[in-house]
Every structure is written in C-alpha cells, then in structure tokens.
C-alpha cells in the first residue's frame, strides 16, 4: 500500500447515495439518499448538548460490542489478525447513533502506522440480525482489495463466494464499491456508496439531519422494506449458518 491522498479534516460529514444492484437470480435495485461521518477514532466530535441527540458514536456498536473504546476494540481485533503496528492515525467511516438508534451495514477504518502509513483497512459488516463481522484487507494503491465471503449478511444469498472491494480514503469524493463474485463467474451483487464532502460544523449536522430525518432508523427501514419486496419476487430465503467465530472481538 502507497500513501494516499491526504484526507480531508475530521470530523467530516458525507452526503451520499447509496446503491445496490441484484442482477441474479432476480434483478433488483435500491437507491437511498443518507449522511456518513468520517472522524478519528481518538478524537471523536465533541457536540454542543443540544445537537447530542443527532450523533453519538458509542463502542458498544462496533466490534464485540464490549470494548470501552473504539480503540480498544480495533486493536484487539487486528491483533488477532497478527497485526501490531497501527500506532497512528485510524479514520473511521459509519453512521452515528441518531435518536438512540443505529445500523451500521458497513464500517470502515483506514488504519496508518505512526509515520502515517497506511497499515489496513478493517471493513465492518453488520447484518439485520445482530451479529458483526470484521474482514482486515490490505488494498493496493487504487484501494481494491478481494476477500473471501465469511458472514452471512443478505437472506437471500448464501456464505460463498468473494468480495472485490474498492475502498480508497475518502477526500472531497467519497466513492466506494463492493460486488459480490461466485466461483463461476457471475456477480450478482454490487453496493456503492458515493458522496461529497461537507464540513460537520453545527450547521452542516443541522443541514444534513433536515434533509436525511431519523437518518438511521431510515437505513434499517429501507432494508426491511426492499427485503419484502425480494422476497414477494420470490427470492428463496437462504438458511442462516451459526455466524463465524472471531477472536478479539472485544
């Protein structure tokens, strides 16, 4: 991995849209307007008490859920990948807790050594069912990493086959992807997630949560209304396997 651009200043808001298309066993797509933050894990936004409500990062909602910091969470969990040298900066990409509500489908964490190198990026998934699951990619130079699939996410795929993720460090752009590969070749799969940068000053939160209300008890209704939709396609529902073991998951 090579040093990427220099990211934008944290803490940063991102006003973006994101997509998903199926093309396989039915053809299917989403789009869904929302907001992510991008902050540093060890210097998270201080918000004024009133604006408190509209974004809290809590370490209860990452990781095992027990860690008493973000930090600690991520460390642990890259140490049990064998992984020691993440000494510096980390930029965490999620959805804050709204409301006292949050669904994080995908998290990620750009990890750099002390020198600012970049070390990893963990790419955190959750699904609707409450389990989490954490995949440590090395991304070459333009951000693209493969990996196997190990966690059950959608009901309507089964655990197989491989992402191809394309995660470089957010700037002024935000633009990610991640598509879904079957050993024989197909991909019926692929999510992106695309924005622009905004500054995360009182009035760009207060703009952004006017135009986005409730921004994540939208994201987890929008899942479950496409879901019914798939499902009323006549999508089977994949029987769910028991989640992988993870060490470190504090």
């Known amino acids: ?21 199926r093309i ?4 299917h797509s989403l789009r869904q307007r929302t907001y992510l933050w991008l ?20 370490p209860r909602d990452h ?6 910091s973000l930090r600690t969470g991520l460390d642990a969990c890259l140490a049990s990948h064998g992984i020691g040298n993440v000494d510096g900066r980390v930029l965490m990409l999620t959805h804050a807790r709204v409301f006292g509500h949050v669904f994080n489908p995908l998290t990620l964490y750009w990890c750099h050594d002390r020198a600012g190198r970049p070390v990893c990026v963990v790419a955190e998934v959750h699904n609707t069912y409450g389990g989490r699951h954490c995949y440590v990619l090395r991304p070459d130079a333009d951000g693209r990493a493969d990996v196997a699939k190990e966690f059950y996410v959608s009901p309507f795929f089964d655990v197989e086959g491989s992402y191809r993720m394309r ?13 879904l590969r079957h050993d024989d070749g197909s991909r019926p799969f692929t999510a992106t997630v695309r ?25 987890s209704a929008g899942i479950c209304r496409h879901g019914i939709r ?18 470190g998951m504090l």
Request: charged share 20%; net charge positive; proline share 18%.
């Open 167 to 179: 995660l470089p460090l957010p700037g002024e752009r935000l633009d990610l992807a991640v598509q």
């Open 195 to 219: 924005g622009r940068h905004r500054p995360a000053g009182m009035r760009g939160l207060l703009r952004a949560a006017l135009r986005h209300p409730w921004s994540t008890a939208a994201v």
């Open 63 to 68: 990781f095992g859920g027990r860690a008493p």
């Open 230 to 247: 798939l499902y009323l396609k006549g999508l089977p529902v994949r029987p769910r396997p028991a989640p992988p073991t993870q060490e």
């Open 39 to 58: 902050v540093d894990i060890d210097d998270l936004p201080r918000l004024p008490r009133p604006l408190r409500p509209l974004a809290r990062f809590d």
């Open 1 to 21: 991995m090579t040093t990427p651009p220099t990211a934008p200043a944290v803490p940063a808001l991102y006003t973006c849209e994101v997509a998903h298309t």
């Open 24 to 27: 396989r066993p039915v053809c």
